[in-house]
């Protein structure tokens, strides 16, 4: 196989420049990421009217489209699929692009893929509110939604690998390993828990297995996969050194392909006690290769954390996502076993992946990447919205984690004595943390907000700029 | 790697990230050794032994049927007692008629919707030519049992031999009280044994 590439010689002198690379990118990338941030902003909404329903039953009552049983998976399929993934696909081509120094193939037929994708996304959050919902956690969307939403994401994801081949950097970068073995790992855990739980519907007990598991890989591989490899690109380039110890990547990612996938069944229980006991062990293993990969970016920018952070928007996020990233492992890792399974303790440990450790580094990575994109400069117009878009998303993410978790543990305290006081302890005791939550989602919108206004701001100045030449 | 490349990029143009040189760690492995050493001990505890029938972190064994109900503990018990029944009756609860000896299985006397007739012959015995299925058994040798063992036990028999699937039989139960209600009933009796003729009269 690489007797057939040409050498690095050639591939330097046939390399596009960095303005063809980012030209190529312009359509699809940008398209993907203001449409992920348009299902942050309808995801977090749709969260937070859920919330609301915990400690005020009734909420909206009255209305089956917006009971707590379809809003919340709504709200987090929503979150998943429309945000983060779909912001994934925009950094993945775009890593792709600048790293392997190539154009990306298709541009077009990429963004038509991505249309398709919204598409699917937008008539699986329906279908979830009409009352279609699987009942599979992260698989809600119904089949007429999710055989769409494969086959956009198999044209995405083909050209996206058709990209990586044809590019003239050969020597694959550490963000690379990541984004190829995210893109590779969707579709085999995607088509696996679809067929095993739509198609050929395994008995009971299995289905609640099958769905924990593809749950758990969509968060511990693909999505800190992709934030992974946003950490690794972004974290030397904003403070200028090369990465250090890279022999501590490769064993982190490794060692974290190898363990990851086993996490996290540990909150179900009408399973054989082993399952959980693994389980809980792959929990605590895991701990090692994020440390190692984590290690790997602290030695990187050791010593220009804080000058970095303040004159850089995106590592902040960086730095934010590093910090989560840790958190949530450790957090898992040692209060996620038998004590907190059926409580809230769980459902903080997708918020907090899916729009902390995933989101902030897409957050950050978006902010570096939209600019360059419409206006060519290397900050978004507004460093006010810049800012408040990180520091609501940074307290948004933490309030809901705290809140969640706080109410989890709660729940497990009174579940785990013989008070029968359980209504009064568990349901209505939870009330306040449960109201922290609410005020999270609200600072997450006022995030996303920020990020569309900065990004729509750029747009704007892009076009009064260049009059749509650049398209 | 990308620094060989000297042409004239615009100034945002900024550089892809490096590697640097050197690198690679033991620790993560030794660390992934001792965490893996504390796993297996945690697996050990709590994984059910790797046994798909145990739910409950910490069991190694399937839970016991705790809630068998009394008449079915009392017919595995009499399926232990009736060994010393077997000598003569057989396991298969067929008898001996070459010995004379009547069968249990099928039989009249012990298959029917009370256990009174079981319970006094059990605890006299009975002598006499006794017709069992249309066939005359005359054997004196069943002794009386009613000193030898407890109502427990001739109830818990008594349910074995009466509820036995295996051998045709399918009457209720019998309990203790049951037992105990004859024996006081019949204590002028002795040991004396019962004919075949006063026991017909018995429901």
């Not at chain 2, 503990?73 to 007692?81: F, T, V």
């Not at chain 2, 079981?118 to 005359?138: C, F, H, M, Q, S």
């Amino acid at each position: 196989m690489t007797a057939a590439q040409p050498s690095s010689q050639n591939a330097c002198a046939t390399a596009p420049s960095v303005a063809e690379v980012e030209a190529s990118c312009r359509l699809p990338v940008l398209f993907l990421a203001f449409s992920g941030a348009a299902w942050l902003l309808t995801g977090v909404v749709l969260a937070l009217l859920a919330s609301v329903q915990l400690y005020n039953p009734t909420f909206m009552e009255g209305c089956a489209w917006v009971t707590y049983g379809r809003l919340r998976p709504a709200a987090i399929n929503a979150l998943t699929y429309g945000f983060a993934l779909q912001s994934a696909f925009a950094l993945a081509l775009w890593l792709i692009a600048r790293l392997g120094r190539v154009e990306l193939s298709a541009p077009l037929g990429l963004t038509i893929a991505a249309k398709f994708w919204n598409i699917a996304v937008t008539v699986g959050v329906f279908g979830i509110l009409a009352g279609d919902a699987t009942g599979f956690d992260l698989l809600e969307f119904p089949l007429y939604a999710a055989l769409p939403l494969f086959a956009s994401y198999a044209c995405i994801a083909a050209w996206a690998l058709v990209t990586l081949h044809r590019r003239t950097e050969r020597e694959l970068y550490v963000s690379l390993w990541f984004v190829l073995a995210a893109l590779l790992w969707f579709p085999w855990i995607l088509s696996t828990a679809q067929g095993l739980l739509l198609v050929w519907q395994v008995p009971g007990v299995v289905q609640a297995i099958v769905a924990g598991w593809f749950g758990n890989n969509l968060l511990q591989i693909v999505l800190i996969g992709f934030a992974l490899a946003v950490l690794f690109y972004f974290v030397p380039k904003t403070v200028n050194r090369p990465l250090a110890n890279p022999g501590l990547a490769r064993a982190g990612f490794w060692l974290l392909l190898l363990i990851g996938g086993w996490c996290e069944l540990a909150q179900l229980a009408p399973v054989p006690a082993w399952i959980p006991a693994v389980s809980g062990a792959a929990n605590a293993l895991v701990i090692v290769p994020v440390v190692a990969l984590l290690v790997s970016l602290w030695q990187t920018a050791e010593g220009k954390i804080g000058e970095t952070c303040k004159e850089n928007a995106t590592f902040r996020f960086m730095l934010g996502a590093w910090i989560l990233l840790l958190g949530v492992t450790l957090r898992t890792a040692i209060f996620g076993g038998h004590f907190t399974q059926f409580t809230f303790f769980d459902t903080a440990r997708t918020d907090i992946v899916v729009l902390g450790v995933f989101g902030l580094a897409a957050l950050g990575a978006l902010h570096h990447i939209v600019p360059r994109l419409t206006t060519g400069e290397d900050e978004l117009p507004s460093e006010g919205l810049a800012d408040l878009s990180f520091w609501a998303a940074l307290l948004g993410v933490i309030a809901v984690g705290i809140g969640f978790t706080f109410a989890g543990v709660k729940q497990a305290a009174v579940g785990a004595s013989t008070n029968d006081k359980f209504l009064e302890f568990a349901v209505t005791g939870t009330a306040n943390h449960l109201k922290l939550v609410t005020v999270g989602y609200g600072a997450l919108a006022v995030s996303a907000l920020a990020f569309l206004a900065n990004f729509a701001f750029a747009a704007r100045r892009c076009c009064l700029n260049c009059c749509g030449g650049a398209r | 790697m990308s620094k060989n490349k000297k042409q004239p990029a615009p100034e945002r143009a900024e550089t892809e990230p490096t590697i640097a040189a050197g690198g690679g760690s033991a620790w993560p492995f030794v660390l992934l050794g001792v965490v893996l050493f504390g796993c297996f001990l945690h697996v050990e505890n709590t994984g059910g032994a790797f046994r798909a029938d145990v739910f409950q972190a910490g069991m190694k064994n399937s839970p016991p049927q705790a809630d068998e109900p009394p008449e079915v503990k009392s017919y595995k018990r009499g399926a232990r007692l009736y060994d010393a029944c077997a000598g003569c009756h057989q396991p298969n609860g067929l008898g001996q008629p070459a010995q004379n000896i009547p069968p249990l299985a099928g039989s009249e006397w012990v298959f029917r919707e009370k256990p009174d007739r079981l319970i006094r012959i059990i605890l006299n015995a009975v002598e006499g030519p006794i017709t069992v299925n249309k066939v005359t058994y005359d054997n004196p040798a069943m002794t009386p049992f009613r000193d030898a063992l407890s109502d427990d036990v001739i109830a818990d028999i008594a349910t074995f031999i009466r509820g036995n699937a295996g051998w045709g039989n399918s009457a209720g139960f019998v309990t203790p009280d049951q037992v105990k209600a004859i024996r006081d009933a019949t204590e002028k009796m002795g040991t004396q044994k019962w004919r075949v003729e006063t026991l017909q009269a018995i429901d």
